[in-house]
């Protein structure tokens, strides 16, 4: 929880400064508890598996959350049963007239397709738009990420030869960043992706590069204008996520690279280790402690 002083005593300026978690007495007074509406809208294939790695990491924290469960109204999932989805999940038309503190949105793995040739790329913009009026913050993650840094700002993703596959070393570029609160300099983040945005394109357009990496690119962005955070890699994936993905590959005879720094001695008879749960679990608490913090005291009052 952040620390409660008077935002006129020196300290807070400085606290603040070096990106310790602070709140001043009018903002701690006009709080109270209640549960903090978190919605995920889930764009991958197999969503049990995706909903499960954010819950983990939300729900971690001492704060109350309701997680609502979202799906394109435009898509049928092919890869989750039915019954599944008509029993935990709500299409994007029934709760576009709802509130949220905070909407996660997650990769899908389409990186290849132009966005405009995503079938539920008009459905996808009206949700980036309505984010805007209904969302207090929002949460870009991969493939979701790179849309919405294309739509707010034209950002375009760029085809790589090969894809990025792996664990790859990050560096902390902006630490006072108050997402990145408790922040190790390096860390480590799994990465897979054909795709990449590309910082100096980033940079022209006014956005701030929080972690960046020698040989993956970006990771996370923030967009204060429109209150939302692009992350281009995948904090939430389990210790397996990445051999899942290697051993799809290799059963289907597809290229692929043994993923870099994730098994020991890269050798993938070994037992991967998970180099980054730590993190991940910090930068979610970061973000959702930003979400109580800010988040108006009436969630009807959400974009007004």
Known sequence: MPIRIPSKLPAFDVLKSEGVDVMSNTDANRQDIRPLRIGLLNLMPLKIQTETQFSRLIGSTPLQIELTLI??????SRHTAPEHMESFYKSFEE??????????ITGSPIEHL??????????????FDWTQKNVHSTFGVCWGGMAMINHFHGVKKHI???????????????PSSRFLTGFSDDLVI????????RAEEISNVGLDILIDSKTSGPCLVEDAKHRALYIFNHFEYDRDTLK??????????????VPMNYYPNDDPSKKPLNKWRSHA????????????QSTPFDINDIGS
């Open 160 to 174: 790589l030869d090969k894809k990025v596959f792996g664990c790859h070393r990050c560096q902390v570029t902006n």
């Open 244 to 257: 899942q993905e290697y051993d799809r590959d290799i059963e289907n005879n597809t290229p692929i690279n």
């Open 281 to 292: 679990h910090l930068l979610y608490a970061n973000w959702i402690n930003q979400i109580y």
């Open 71 to 76: 799906r394109m109204s435009e898509h049928q």
């Open 190 to 197: 799994p990465v897979s992706r054909w795709t990449e945005n």
């Open 95 to 104: 709760i576009q007239n709802q509130k949220f503190d905070g909407l996660i």
């Open 114 to 127: 132009p966005f405009s040739e995503v079938t539920y790329w008009n459905e996808l913009k009206k949700v």
